[in-house]
């Protein structure tokens, strides 16, 4: 059996074989490893056998990426007509493409109910009013209602969604619905439910996805004849260096206690958990300044290529690839080169005495790093190669970021 460890941490990337691609490809630099991808999701499905598993897009959409998960067999979930086109051009079959509609423009309904005319995927709606939508738009294939569970969980108010008015059906109301849509609609075929609770679930909010499963399994009971209730994403990840991995069996026997009695197939659709750590981002040293509080080191990375920490105030592993080994720790504030204060991946990081040049690895970036990279203040988005080398987005240049107004 070859080892399949539950997380990949930053110390485990070869220090040389990392500079060698930040020395070749240049820096800021995502590097993504799909063994690992493939590796985490056989792992997801050994924790659950009985589950449909999809891959959330959202974590990231490079096509490296979204081949391997396709080739592993999971499911794609999908946040808009983009990301559903994305993975049909990957390779993902049609029936395994779920598209869940978060009020959803004119144009992405007008984009997936035209692909819906060949390809035979879910269309997920979280109001009444989607179905409208769909409805004046010829759209007559397999259906399922987007529930608000009432219970969210995550590891940032901004990313605990469970609650949020703004998705999904009232759970008070969903049964309501899914009857109205039977009855009303009977070109459609209402196929499953959805929930999702929020994102980077850690092992202290799991009585809160608990919850949410048990509701979602009695709803689905009582809706009757689905083919599955998803259950959402969320499985978070290990960010700090001494913080456990989840364990995911228990939270899979967790889940399917919960679920117990519900005879519709279970569906998760995890996108962090998946990626994370196949990826590192490497930055490097272009400034050190002394001040009275804390030296500042500048990087050549910030909050437009990685934007968690400005974002959610989230903390990634960093650590130097220096080679020399007699440098004394200092205490730093690593900052970008965006003219905002946000842009601070790290306010108190201790690495060993920062020099101009060094290259600096950030870990578990695989997931919403490049995804949500910007080119705000004229920033050109960075390269990302795979860790072989190969290249899986070119770095943007200058005139890329004028391209679109000649
Ligand atoms: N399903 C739905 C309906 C979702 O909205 C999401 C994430 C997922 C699945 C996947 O969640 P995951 O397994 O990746 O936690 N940018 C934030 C995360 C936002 C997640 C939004 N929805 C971050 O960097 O932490």
Not at 6 to 35: C, I
Not at 232 to 243: A, Q, S
Not at 261 to 278: F, K, N, S, T, W
Request: charge should be negative.
């Amino acid at each position: 059996m070859t080892e399949n460890p539950p997380v990949r941490r930053l110390s485990d990337w070869s220090p040389k074989r990392l500079r060698a691609l930040a020395g070749e490809h240049g820096t800021p630099l995502y590097v993504l490893d799909p063994d690992r991808v493939r590796e985490n999701a056989a792992r997801l499905r050994g924790a659950f056998p009985e589950a449909d598993v999809s891959y959330a897009l959202k974590a990231n959409t490079t096509r490296a990426v979204l081949e391997t998960v396709e080739s592993t067999g999971l499911g794609a979930e999908c946040a808009s007509a983009g990301e559903v086109q994305r993975a049909i051009d990957a390779g993902f079959p049609a029936h395994r493409v779920r598209y869940t509609a978060v009020n959803p423009p004119a144009r992405d309904l007008d984009h997936v109910v035209e692909l819906a005319q060949s390809h035979d995927f879910v269309l997920t709606i979280g109001a009444l009013d989607t179905l409208d939508r769909l409805l004046d738009r010829g759209y007559a294939g397999r259906l399922c209602v987007r529930v608000n569970p009432g219970v969210g969980a995550g590891h940032h108010a901004k990313v605990t969604t469970g609650d949020a008015p703004q998705f999904g059906v009232p759970y008070d109301r969903a049964a309501g619905v899914c009857a109205r849509i039977r009855t009303e609609t009977p070109a459609l075929d209402l196929v499953g439910l959805h929930a999702h609770a929020g994102s980077g679930i850690s092992g202290e909010d799991l009585s809160a996805h608990r919850e949410l499963v048990r509701r979602m399994g009695a709803l689905g009971s009582e809706v009757g004849g689905l083919d599955f209730v998803a259950v959402g994403g969320g499985f978070g990840v290990p960010y700090r260096p001494d913080e456990p991995p989840l364990d995911l069996d228990a939270v899979a026997e967790e889940t399917r206690e919960a679920f117990e009695g519900c005879d519709a197939q279970l569906a998760i659709e995890p996108g962090r958990y998946l990626v994370a750590d196949c990826g590192v981002l490497l930055m490097s040293v272009t400034a050190v300044k002394p001040t009275p509080e804390t030296t500042v080191i500048g990087v050549d990375a910030g909050m437009t290529t990685l934007l968690r920490p400005a974002l959610y105030d989230a903390v990634h592993e960093i650590r130097s690839l220096t080679e020399e080994n007699d440098r004394v720790d200092r205490s730093c504030l690593i900052a970008g080169p965006i003219c905002e204060t946000a842009d601070v991946l790290d306010r108190d990081r201790s690495l060993p005495d920062p020099q101009r040049g060094d290259v600096l690895a950030v870990g578990n970036a695989g997931a919403y790093g490049y995804e949500m990279a910007s080119q705000y203040n004229s920033r050109p988005r960075p390269a990302v190669v795979s860790a072989t080398g190969e290249r899986i987005a070119r770095r943007e240049t200058v005139s890329d970021l004028t391209r679109l107004e000649r």
